[in-house]
């Protein structure tokens, strides 16, 4: 394969755990072409024609396959929007790795725009890892604009972990999501913004049939002088249930603004909204410092349990 | 050995400086336990406090084997040695049991020694190891954690103040066992426990009661228990909590 240099490596290791070619299928874009690639009996990757992106296929019932689409950027300047569609057959229960690590060294702002789509079948399941990172100590910022769309039919359950923990300066991530009866969406979102930082994250997720259920849980820390908007809602369109979760600290000058959101459109939706935001409560740093550590090694073991 | 010189503590409450700690002179010699007891808002935890470093006193020196420690921060006393058990478990989301142990034990810690250090103050260790310190733990799981966090730095001096609050009859006599073992397994280690439980007192080698942020006496455990057995010094036994199915008595 492939001929990436040291830093893409770092790169890969950082969104995928990739130390090398990934098994299964997998599509590895580097500076805006396609580095490698690799479809399976049950899992095609073809290129789109009209737009920058991917088709991935799914065949119905493919069992306990993985798909890796990372994205590595290395040069400065570039800007780039891509559009990937996810077609998961009826039945199958796969997982998707994406994830995007930009290193900017240069003066210019590198952009990476990632449309997803995912139309989950039947009964499939999905578990889904998006990681971002930056790095590169350039002038020019390094920005994610994530979009996710994700349209689940009957009975089907999908699980998204979304980190993004250092290095991004800029973020913008949107997720809609449509829940047919039965369906299930778990979301784990984990940021960590420092600097200038800014992130912002959206919701809205629908849920359109009986019984089906979403649980968004973001878990952030905002240090220096970043700032994050957190704008989570659900709405109930049938008996379901829905969760929405905010739990954030606060460091330095750091800024959150949590917006949780409900809607129920229907007497049987059961939804409820939790949000919290704060600094890190002195007693557990005076713990820990009662274990040998000094304050800023008790700071940073409390970070680390709350983003893991 | 712990020395206390004349310490004395004062916070500022409505626009009046209030002393919680007047002149205490105490000592706490290698090998010994000591339970500190007294009348609630007597002083007490405040002592087990200023000894651990999360309070500073107003006055007067602390001494630990001989070195003037005053000034140190909780830290550097930690390292010196001096384990503090919070009367109050603090919770952390997202730290596991396992990883608390750890950072007590200072170096790599395996999964079974962390189990070890669990099953010493009670818990079943599988259950535990990877459950988070949250509030999803109940407060008698809680607070033997903290103990076996204690446990686990094998301090010179272990603090431990109203370790019996909040936890249930079995976990208590299951404490007295490990203050026992602790005692068995350190000829040197001191241990300065902050409790009115008669049981507690009864293991002690010596008893100093505190009132009113003062000394009011001290002395071997035969000299000073007798007097002390009926008042708010020494409460014996434990209270129910709770009704009916699930009622836990607590200390």
Redesign the interface.
Same mark, same amino acid.
Request: overall charge negative; hydrophobic content about 40%.
């Given at each position: 394969m492939l001929k990436l240099d040291e830093i893409q490596k770092r790169l890969l290791l950082e969104v995928a755990d990739l130390h090398k070619v990934p098994e299964g299928a997998y599509n590895i874009r580097s500076n805006s072409q396609s580095a490698g690639r690799q479809s399976t009996a049950n899992i095609e990757i073809v290129s789109k024609t009209d737009v920058s992106g991917l088709e991935i296929r799914i065949r119905p019932g493919t069992k306990n396959e993985s798909v890796h689409i990372p994205v590595v950027m290395t040069q400065s300047g570039l800007m780039e929007l891509v559009y990937n569609d996810f077609f998961i057959g009826e039945g199958a229960d796969v997982v998707i790795v994406a994830g995007c690590g930009i290193d900017n060294c240069g003066a210019q702002d590198s952009e990476h725009d990632g449309i997803h789509r995912f139309y989950v079948g039947k009964n499939a399941r999905v578990k889904y890892v998006e990681k971002h990172y930056g790095s590169g100590d350039g002038s020019g910022k390094r920005i994610l604009n994530p979009g996710t769309e994700v349209y689940q039919e009957e009975g089907s359950s999908v699980e998204m972990e979304m980190v993004q923990i250092k290095g991004v300066d800029d973020t913008v991530r949107t997720t809609t999501a449509e829940l047919a009866a039965g369906a299930r969406l778990v979301v784990r979102e984990r940021l960590m913004t420092h600097g200038e930082q800014r992130a912002v994250s959206t919701y809205v997720v629908s849920l359109n049939g009986a019984g089906a259920s979403a649980d968004v849980v973001s878990?952030s820390v905002a240090r220096d002088r970043s700032y994050q908007k957190f704008d989570a809602k659900i709405v109930g369109n049938a008996p379901c249930h829905g969760h929405t979760e905010c739990?954030s600290i606060i460091m330095d000058q750091g800024r959150i603004l949590a917006v949780p959101g409900l809607e129920a459109n229907d007497l049987d939706a059961a939804l409820v909204h939790e949000a919290a935001i704060g600094k890190i409560?002195g007693?557990?740093i005076?713990?820990?410092?009662?274990?040998?550590?000094?304050?800023q090694e008790a700071e940073e073991?409390?970070i680390?349990?709350?983003?893991? | 050995m712990l020395e206390l010189k004349n310490l004395s503590f004062q916070v500022r409450a409505d626009a009046q400086d209030k002393e919680i700690i007047r002149g205490v002179d105490l000592t706490v010699p290698d090998g010994r336990l000591v339970v500190i007891t007294g009348p609630n808002g007597g002083g007490k935890s405040t002592l087990a406090r200023l000894i651990?470093g999360?309070e500073r006193p107003t006055a007067g020196r602390i001494f630990w084997n001989g070195e003037d420690i005053t000034d140190k921060? =909780?830290?550097e006393r930690?390292?010196l040695g001096i384990?503090?058990a919070?009367q109050q478990p =603090?919770r952390?989301?997202?730290?596991?049991v396992l990883?608390?142990l750890r950072?007590?034990s200072?170096k790599p810690l395996s999964a079974a020694e962390a189990c070890d250090r669990l099953s010493a103050v009670g818990l079943c260790a599988r259950d535990y190891i990877d459950r988070?310190v949250n509030a999803s733990l109940s407060g008698g799981e809680l607070k033997r954690i903290e103990i076996a966090?204690v446990l686990a730095?094998r301090p010179a001096l272990a603090v431990f103040d109203e370790p019996e609050a909040g936890i249930d009859l079995w976990s208590f006599q299951n404490l007295i066992e490990v203050f026992q073992e602790m005692r068995s397994e350190s000829r040197e280690g001191s241990i300065l426990i902050i409790s009115h439980q008669e049981r507690i007192l009864d293991i002690a080698d010596e008893i100093v009661v505190v009132k009113d942020g003062a000394v009011d006496r001290r002395g071997a455990r035969d000299e000073v228990f007798p007097a002390l057995v009926g008042t708010a010094s020494a409460v014996r036994g434990c209270r129910k909590s709770g009704a009916g199915k699930g009622a836990e008595e607590l200390c």
């Amino acid at each position: 394969m492939l001929k990436l240099d040291e830093i893409q490596k770092r790169l890969l290791l950082e969104v995928a755990d990739l130390h090398k070619v990934p098994e299964g299928a997998y599509n590895i874009r580097s500076n805006s072409q396609s580095a490698g690639r690799q479809s399976t009996a049950n899992i095609e990757i073809v290129s789109k024609t009209d737009v920058s992106g991917l088709e991935i296929r799914i065949r119905p019932g493919t069992k306990n396959e993985s798909v890796h689409i990372p994205v590595v950027m290395t040069q400065s300047g570039l800007m780039e929007l891509v559009y990937n569609d996810f077609f998961i057959g009826e039945g199958a229960d796969v997982v998707i790795v994406a994830g995007c690590g930009i290193d900017n060294c240069g003066a210019q702002d590198s952009e990476h725009d990632g449309i997803h789509r995912f139309y989950v079948g039947k009964n499939a399941r999905v578990k889904y890892v998006e990681k971002h990172y930056g790095s590169g100590d350039g002038s020019g910022k390094r920005i994610l604009n994530p979009g996710t769309e994700v349209y689940q039919e009957e009975g089907s359950s999908v699980e998204m972990e979304m980190v993004q923990i250092k290095g991004v300066d800029d973020t913008v991530r949107t997720t809609t999501a449509e829940l047919a009866a039965g369906a299930r969406l778990v979301v784990r979102e984990r940021l960590m913004t420092h600097g200038e930082q800014r992130a912002v994250s959206t919701y809205v997720v629908s849920l359109n049939g009986a019984g089906a259920s979403a649980d968004v849980v973001s878990r952030s820390v905002a240090r220096d002088r970043s700032y994050q908007k957190f704008d989570a809602k659900i709405v109930g369109n049938a008996p379901c249930h829905g969760h929405t979760e905010c739990d954030s600290i606060i460091m330095d000058q750091g800024r959150i603004l949590a917006v949780p959101g409900l809607e129920a459109n229907d007497l049987d939706a059961a939804l409820v909204h939790e949000a919290a935001i704060g600094k890190i409560a002195g007693e557990q740093i005076v713990k820990l410092m009662t274990l040998g550590l000094t304050e800023q090694e008790a700071e940073e073991q409390i970070i680390n349990g709350f983003l893991r | 050995m712990l020395e206390l010189k004349n310490l004395s503590f004062q916070v500022r409450a409505d626009a009046q400086d209030k002393e919680i700690i007047r002149g205490v002179d105490l000592t706490v010699p290698d090998g010994r336990l000591v339970v500190i007891t007294g009348p609630n808002g007597g002083g007490k935890s405040t002592l087990a406090r200023l000894i651990a470093g999360i309070e500073r006193p107003t006055a007067g020196r602390i001494f630990w084997n001989g070195e003037d420690i005053t000034d140190k921060s =909780v830290t550097e006393r930690a390292k010196l040695g001096i384990g503090f058990a919070f009367q109050q478990p =603090v919770r952390f989301k997202g730290i596991r049991v396992l990883d608390l142990l750890r950072i007590a034990s200072g170096k790599p810690l395996s999964a079974a020694e962390a189990c070890d250090r669990l099953s010493a103050v009670g818990l079943c260790a599988r259950d535990y190891i990877d459950r988070e310190v949250n509030a999803s733990l109940s407060g008698g799981e809680l607070k033997r954690i903290e103990i076996a966090t204690v446990l686990a730095r094998r301090p010179a001096l272990a603090v431990f103040d109203e370790p019996e609050a909040g936890i249930d009859l079995w976990s208590f006599q299951n404490l007295i066992e490990v203050f026992q073992e602790m005692r068995s397994e350190s000829r040197e280690g001191s241990i300065l426990i902050i409790s009115h439980q008669e049981r507690i007192l009864d293991i002690a080698d010596e008893i100093v009661v505190v009132k009113d942020g003062a000394v009011d006496r001290r002395g071997a455990r035969d000299e000073v228990f007798p007097a002390l057995v009926g008042t708010a010094s020494a409460v014996r036994g434990c209270r129910k909590s709770g009704a009916g199915k699930g009622a836990e008595e607590l200390c």
